[in-house]
């Protein structure tokens, strides 16, 4: 049952106003009844009683302690911790220490932030992913991949250390060893830590990644094709984990990204317009997925066997399942389908769309492509429609030409 306070946070949420509910006493009910923005940015309440405390809230419903202050004129926000990691107790005393620390003449974010020469490289990393990457990356997990698979060799180096011959050799290895994309990709990395450090967290080195040349890349167009789809669809349902085989048609029929599935919430969905809202995707933009009619019948058969937030609920730390690695290799191998990613079952969708005559305009909306030149892609993948459109055009000029007969004859 909703409080007073909650039906009017999310009545003020709902109508857009920010002069009431957004500076409130904190208690944990009304914290617990703060609403996730729907327009994907972040929202901030602030608390009554200590200057400059509030709650962070992103489109997703994660809640952060911060702090908002001027400091020497400059507006500052410091993270404090993550709501339930910390008391609301706690998260003040620990805002009042920054306050005094203030009022003393420090700058409390810029002793966070600030990166030393002799920092390792693996205490830049901790600092990035904290500051940075969790904060504003979606994929920031994959971030934490590439740092143990190619750049853990140097964690203990001090970042003073590293020199741009030394991220060229690396580079070059790599690219022998684990291919060109995952080199291209960790130096990448690379550069965007000291991009960071030099940019915001006042460090005066040279970033030794930047002007590296990547590897050419070719953009990849694997989707399943016609032949295989008996195969992959037979494999798929003899899958017996019912969560996995769901995420997989969920994912194959509405194009969304890996971890917007996975993430997926109940709240974001509304069955009777056969609709799925999602709050935040990759390029930070919220996005409503049109649900066709299987996708509607598999989750609605979930939504009676589930008491869960998420629609695909799992084991682990995050509450939901995360990318089902072993049964994906499973089915592929029951299926006897090689080089084909979960990715690529989003880009399976949008092969299929242009191959039924959908607009580029229109699979872009479909996918949440941010710009014309994503979609792209789709137009070549698959020669059926073009090879069609060139008959039909051959078919009608030979007709008026007076030539069909000839060249039947011929």
């Not at 030099?198 to 953009?219: C, D, I, L, M, Q």
């Amino acid at each position: 049952m909703l409080t007073k306070h909650s039906r009017k946070i999310r009545k003020l949420n709902r109508s857009g106003s920010t002069s009431v509910a957004r500076k409130f006493h904190f208690t944990r009910e009304r914290i617990d009844a703060l609403p996730a923005p729907k327009n994907g940015q972040r929202a901030y309440f602030y608390d009554a009683k200590v200057r400059g405390l509030a709650v962070a809230v992103t489109g997703l419903g994660k809640k952060t302690f911060i702090l908002y202050r001027k400091v020497a004129g400059r507006p500052e926000r410091v993270t404090i911790g993550p709501y339930l990691d910390l008391s609301i107790e706690q998260a003040r005393n620990r805002a009042e220490e920054m306050n005094a620390d203030i009022a003393l003449g420090e700058n409390p974010a810029k002793a966070r932030r600030t990166v030393r020469d002799e920092m390792t490289l693996q205490e830049l990393f901790a600092t990035f992913l904290e500051l940075y990457a969790k904060k504003y990356k979606k994929t920031w997990s994959d971030d934490q991949g590439i740092f143990n698979l190619h750049l853990a060799g140097w964690k203990l180096r001090k970042i003073s250390s590293i020199r741009k011959m030394d991220v060229v050799a690396l580079h070059s290895h790599i690219g022998r060893t684990r291919g060109q994309y995952a080199a291209n990709r960790a130096v990448e990395l690379l550069c965007s830590m000291f991009n960071k450090a030099r940019e915001e967290w006042e460090w005066s080195g040279t970033n030794p990644a930047a002007g590296v040349k990547a590897f050419p890349e070719r953009k990849r167009d694997r989707f399943l094709q016609a032949y295989e789809l008996p195969a992959f669809f037979k494999s798929l349902a003899q899958e017996t984990n019912a969560t996995v085989r769901d995420y997989i048609l969920i994912s194959l029929l509405t194009g969304a990204r890996r971890n917007n599935v996975q993430e997926m919430r109940w709240a974001e969905i509304d069955l009777n317009r056969a609709e799925w809202k999602i709050p935040e995707t990759k390029n930070g933009e919220p996005l409503t997925v049109a649900l066709s009619a299987p996708a509607l019948n598999i989750l609605e058969t979930r939504q009676e066997t589930t008491a869960s937030e998420w629609v695909f609920p799992g084991v682990g730390a995050t509450g939901h399942l995360v990318e089902p690695k072993t049964a994906w290799k499973r089915i592929l191998e029951r299926a006897g389908l090689r080089d084909l990613r979960l990715h690529d079952l989003r880009r399976t969708l949008g092969s299929w769309q242009a191959a039924t005559g959908a607009s580029l305009p229109i699979i872009g909306k479909s996918l949440g492509h941010k710009s014309l030149g994503a979609t792209q892609i789709y137009a070549r993948l698959n020669l059926d429609p073009v090879r069609d459109s060139v008959n039909r055009a051959t078919d009608a000029m030979f007709l008026a030409g007076g030539v069909a007969g000839l060249l039947k004859e011929g």
